[in-house]
């Protein structure tokens, strides 16, 4: 705006004096001057008219100095304020000045001299007539004198009009001509005297009248008016000029105007793709999206006159690149995850623009170097962060074409990537989404598997109870070696596998994640190490080839130990030859998410427990269903052993890799999340060997009464005196009634939580009464419940012989020793 006002002032400015509007000033003054010089000329020649006797007065005169005044005035006015002008002017008033004073001089000496010659003409013509020669001959004299003095009045004339007047004024007339004598001779006295001083005053006029002061001024009106008009000239130019120039910047705006106009189109243009590619995605499904991409791609390149276009994203670990080339033009496989990295070098932030039109290699390691090597001769890459830290791009290459076309809309381009990004992960969230759902569904269909599975499993946990509590009986009362001692055995041994798979069944269908505690990997490992050694079979050793001292994880002892059983046991069932597994232990420390297998995780220290078997094996279709429950390859296998590691690895926060090769054998990584170190280290105890009684009291609490004989069975036995009930409120009394009469209690397991307050009810009755409880599983009670009710130990439902006489052998040691710390107190 101020350009504008600017622009204009100058150009008024620039008119204005390029009209000369001085030029009617140097007109006026040209015509002032001319009328002064004509007007003094008409002055000196009234004063002739006047000098020869043809004006009658001075009116004419007087109007003629009036207007050279006028003139004068004129001349000053329209020199305004021009000094030099001024001066000049001066000079030319004061001789105008003194030309007006010898005009007054003249004017009374000429009225003078115009009465005395009248006079003088009047008292000749008189005497002329007299009847006196001499006197008339004097008189002719004397006129003839006069009349040369009135054409020359130089001394020797006026001498001699002197002599002619002192000689008539000597004449001795008569009385009547001796007045007109005198009056005639004082008249031409006067003349005598008049006729000199006015011709001296014609004289000064005519020397005062010259050109040199009218000249001087004129010459300066002539300088200013051509300085004047060459200002006037050089302002036209300037004029004409600026007018070119302004003509310029009209064209130019115009110019930049039409080259707005057309961004503004192409934007429109350009937004109008994006607008329709959007529209496509947004129709799209994954099926035909790659098709709706690679169009996209299209048409981008062809706003920059790129010859290939790609898209090139990480997600879910794997690399997802979407491409379109021209006709002509090769698009390397390889080239999109490059120019990523590429980019990611160039600038490192998260969200730019890289953009080389033309590429000009100088250094041998800068990123144009790179480019030209890779054959690219215009560059345009716009990144961004896809989530998790892995970079998308989106990338447009120059290959036959010198360079890209320079358009500085690119930022739309940002909108495009946006576009295509959120297309491709829309994709993957749909593909996500029907993982998942099929996830949710094996999940739903394993947990119904798991329930079914766990309420046959207790149903069948007391038949397997059953049959091998009888088998222990009969054991007992049959001798070994013969034939009936061998059946027995048969059937323990089966009873014992059919535990073993309900045992599975149950960890499978388990959904709680049991009492935690911080265990030590490599006492762990050690206890394991020592049932494997006698359960493997003789042709496969086993070895730990790595301890890492001073692991510790958090989770419950007997399941991680499940764990490595389970997988040393399918390694041992792969190795149809003799070999080595190898177990060995690392800690691991994970700086950023990562996925194991179908587990995610987190950041943190981590415990990894390796197992590699030099076996068979697996193929990419066998290792997909690995983990599935109850599928196997082996015809003896029942497909509960890798499926129960991975449930009780990721229930305790871990996840399980397997890496398999046919014929070169399999290795399976198991990482647990370390435990924190606040916490007491659980030392894990061999089985003690079974101890018989020596007649101690055991009150046995069982509901069913089938089951209760059976047990009292047992424990006699295994050399106890059991006192059997099957109703809480008689096992209460009994024990109200003679607290001392019992060394142990048992409760074993009843639906609905009653043998855990019966447990109670005992513990407040003989708060010094060992209980043993039994419960199908060891899950569902935490310590200091357990604590609270006097449970000191915990057997499994239905009892096994060998595990109760255990039991009951370490309670009774502990009980007893209490007993005598008690003794010694009191004594």
Known sequence: MVGVAFLLALLTWLLLNGLNLNSDRYDRQTQALSDFTRFERAVNREVLTSRAGLSKNYDALVAMVDAYDAA????????????????????????????????????????????????????????????????????????????????????????????????????????????????????????????????????????????????????????????????????????????????????????????????????????????????????????????????????????????????????????????????????????????????????????????????????????????????????????????????????????????????????????????????????????????LQASLQQARRMETIGTFASGIAHNFNNIVGAILGYVEIAEAGIKSG?????????????????????????????????????????????????????????????????????????????????????????????????GTIDLQITEREVMHSLSIGRTGLLRGRFAVISVSDPGLGMDEATLEQAFEPFFTTRSEGNGLGLATVREIVEQHGGAVAVRSTVGAGTRFDVWLPCGSLDEPISVQHAPSLALRGNGETVLVFEADRKRLLRYEEILAALGYEPVGFSVLAEAEAACRAAGTRFDAALVCHVPGGSSLDLAYLLHDVAPHLPIILASPSMHHFAAPLLATAGVSELVHHPLMSAELAAVLSRCLAASASKRMKRIATAG
């Open 72 to 435: 004068l005035v004129r001349l000053r006015e329209a020199a305004d304020t021009d000094k030099e002008q001024i001066a000049a002017i001066d000079v030319l008033a004061a001789r105008a000045a003194r030309q007006e004073e010898l005009i007054e001089q003249f004017k009374s000496k000429n009225a003078l001299l115009r009465n005395s010659f009248t006079y003088f003409s009047l008292f000749s013509s008189r005497l002329s007539s007299s009847n006196d020669r001499p006197l008339v001959a004097d008189v002719s004299a004397l006129s003839a004198a006069m009349l040369q003095l009135t054409l020359d009045t130089s001394d020797a004339t006026a001498g001699e009009l002197q002599s002619r007047l002192d000689n008539l004024e000597r004449l001795q007339i008569t009385s009547e001509d001796n007045e007109l004598l005198h009056a005639a001779v004082a008249h031409g006295q006067l003349l005598h005297d008049l006729l000199p001083d006015v011709d001296a005053i014609l004289k000064a006029l005519v020397a005062e009248t010259n050109n040199r002061e009218q000249d001087a001024v004129h010459a300066l009106i002539v300088k200013r008016q051509i300085a004047a008009r060459v200002a006037a000239r050089k302002n036209r130019l300037l004029q004409y000029l600026t007018s070119l120039l302004l003509l310029g910047a009209l064209v130019y705006f115009g110019l930049l105007l039409r080259a707005r106009a057309k961004a503004l189109r192409r934007r429109a243009a350009f937004e109008h793709v994006i607008a329709n590619i959007s529209m496509r995605f947004i129709e799209s499904h994954g099926d035909g999206l790659r098709g709706h991409v690679e169009s996209a791609l299209e048409e981008l390149a062809g706003f920059i006159g790129a010859d290939r276009a790609y898209f090139a994203w990480s997600a879910a670990g794997t690399d997802n690149v979407y491409g379109w080339v021209r006709e002509g033009v090769r698009l390397d496989a390889t080239w999109p995850n490059r120019a990523r990295d590429l980019a990611q070098r160039y600038d490192d932030r998260e969200d730019a623009i890289i953009y080389i039109p033309r590429v000009r290699p100088s250094y041998p390691d800068d990123l144009a170097n790179l480019l030209d090597e890779a054959g690219i001769r215009g560059w345009l890459c716009i990144k961004a962060a896809s989530g998790h830290g892995h970079a998308a791009i989106l990338g447009f290459d120059a290959i036959e074409a010198a360079a890209l076309s320079q358009w500085a809309e690119f930022a739309l381009f940002r909108t495009a990537f946006d576009a295509i990004r959120n297309a491709v992960g829309r994709v993957v969230l749909e593909q996500e989404k029907e993982r």
């Open 482 to 578: 013969t034939r009936s001692a061998t059946n027995l055995a048969e059937i323990r041994r089966a009873g014992e596998r059919a535990s073993e798979l309900v045992g599975q069944i149950l960890t499978f269908g388990r959904r709680s994640q049991g009492r935690q505690e911080r265990i030590c990997m490599s006492t762990l490992v050690a206890e394991t190490e020592a049932l494997l050694a006698a359960s493997l079979p003789a042709h496969v050793k086993f070895v730990v080839s790595q301890r890492a001292e001073g692991i510790v994880v958090s989770g419950e002892p007997a399941q991680l130990q499940q764990v490595i059983l389970n997988l040393c046991n399918n390694a041992a069932q792969a190795m149809e030859q003799p």
